[in-house]
T-cell receptor
Framework: GAVVSQHPSWVICKSGTSVKIECRSL??????MFWYRQFPKQSLMLMAT?????????EQGVEKDKFLINHASLTLSTLTVTSAHPEDSSFYIC??????????????FGPGTRLTVL | AQKITQTQPGMFVQEKEAVTLDCTYD???????LFWYKQPSSGEMIFLIY??????QNATEGRYSLNFQKARKSANLVISASQLGDSAMYFC???????????????FGKGTTLSVSS
């Protein structure tokens, strides 16, 4: 199956600092990647859709200047949480669309990044 | 209105028994895909099974099967012969539109926590 990695798996930072999270598709090219946020025992909330070579599309209510997304290549998308505050503490998870699975268009998820802002 | 509804916040089952996790969906698009993902306590989202709106037969993947009732707009997941390792949160998700449409995110239900006891 398709493998998506995410780095780091967890990070603790001070309020006001910026944190970059990487999402990589390891064995396939992903023209589209998605970033989700998940609070404990809740569902996944889509933050943005990241297309290679173009600007990300953000969901309503998600600040694009706060959550910077860059999809620099067909295998890498990054999410940077700028000037992080404690309310940004959450589980961030990315997914990548495997075009090889054309019939199902299955999205494969990374293992997630747990961000704690002190 | 919610597009994906999972009415069971928690389910309990004994090892080796079968369990059904409910999912109903709401869409006016004739083309859509339905997915089930498993999320253990470690956080990663594991793809389990897919059902396309035009698929004539119910999907099966090992111990997982999807009871697809199109007229009732339900896509229940059936896990046969439950194992302790099946304890996790399970999410039903939908992609609206054709599989080859770029940038279509998944819509997730709120999830069902399954607990398997020995």
């Amino acid at each position: 199956g398709a493998v998506v990695s995410q780095h780091p798996s967890w990070v603790i930072c001070k309020s006001g600092t910026s944190v970059k999270i990487e999402c990589r598709s390891l064995d396939f090219q992903a023209t589209t990647m998605f970033w989700y946020r998940q609070f404990p025992k809740q569902s996944l909330m889509l933050m943005a859709t990241s297309n290679e070579g173009s600007k990300a599309t953000y969901e309503q209510g998600v600040e694009k200047d706060k959550f910077l997304i860059n999809h620099a290549s067909l295998t890498l998308s990054t999410l940077t949480v700028t000037s992080a505050h404690p309310e940004d503490s959450s589980f961030y998870i990315c997914s990548a669309r495997d075009r090889r699975a054309a019939r199902t268009d299955t999205q494969y998820f990374g293992p997630g990044t747990r961000l704690t802002v002190l | 209105a919610q597009k994906i509804t999972q009415t069971q916040p928690g389910m309990f089952v004994q090892e080796k028994e079968a369990v059904t996790l409910d999912c109903t969906y709401d869409t006016s698009d004739p083309s859509y895909g339905l997915f089930w993902y498993k999320q253990p306590s470690s956080g990663e989202m594991i793809f389990l099974i897919y059902q396309g709106s035009y698929d004539q037969q119910n999907a099966t993947e090992g111990r997982y099967s999807l009871n697809f009732q199109k007229a009732r707009k339900s896509a229940n997941l059936v896990i046969s012969a439950s194992q302790l390792g099946d304890s996790a949160m399970y999410f039903c998700a939908m992609r609206e539109g054709l599989s080859n449409q770029a940038g279509t995110a998944l819509i997730f239900g709120k999830g069902t926590t399954l607990s398997v006891s020995s």
